[in-house]
């Protein structure tokens, strides 16, 4: 249990039964509604760490549904993000069932390749993307679509970070995520808005597919950030 190579026991306290606990005696698991957050801080710190480290774009699921309950958590978790002036400019639209996701997933496709200037792909993508095998969706159960629901000046910045909430929400709760930004050119399309029941008026920012991982790839590894100390 070690992150950011810090030794678990910096934050916690002993194994008991297979569970930490934290150095304040509560439960590790419950530690994101702790009584005593303040107390709990260290702890949170490291689950945090952990949890960004361990997020994957997923590509592979099991075909087991996700409860609407969890799904619905998710969300309420992801509203949390912070919006500019607090507009919180998003809606969500949730497809569950594989058979109609794989259905959306051929069609984006077709798109995609049949208005290659939908969207500008690097050649590997659009080899990707021409293979008779690439299913856009993954066959994932639950396909969600954050949605900028006004126009204001930072409505998709607002629904970028309520993604990327959703995201880290998603790992917490032991399911994987990939946002599907092929997706987004046909999704955006008035016929697909009318016939998914999305208003005219509201655009699609980041489809994402979630599921029971069938394994957490490896990392694909990050280069060293770029900083620009700009203070003497
Ligand atoms: C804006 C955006 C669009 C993306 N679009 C796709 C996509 O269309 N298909 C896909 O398989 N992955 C897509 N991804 C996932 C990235 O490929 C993935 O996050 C990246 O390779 C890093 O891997 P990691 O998320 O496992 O760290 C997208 C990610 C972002 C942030």
Known sequence: MAAAGIAAEEYHGASAGGTLLCRSAHLRAGCYACPAPASCGSLFKVDFLQLVERRRAVR?????????????????????????MNLQPWAFAVVTGIPRIDEYARRAKEYLIAEPRALELSVQARAMVNDPE????????????????????????????????????????GLGTCWIGLGRPWLELPETKFELGIPDNYHAVAPIVIGHPTAWPESHGRQPAEIHWLTP
Do not use: G, W
């Open 60 to 84: 592979q699921y099991r075909s087991t549904p996700v409860d609407r309950s969890v799904i619905e958590r998710l969300i309420n978790t992801a509203v949390l993000a912070p919006s500019a």
């Open 134 to 173: 690439f299913s856009m969706f993954y066959h994932a159960p639950v396909l969600l679509i954050v949605l900028a629901k006004v126009e204001s000046p930072q409505a998709r910045e607002d629904c970028c970070l309520a993604a990327q909430t959703l995201m880290l929400a998603a790992r917490d709760a």
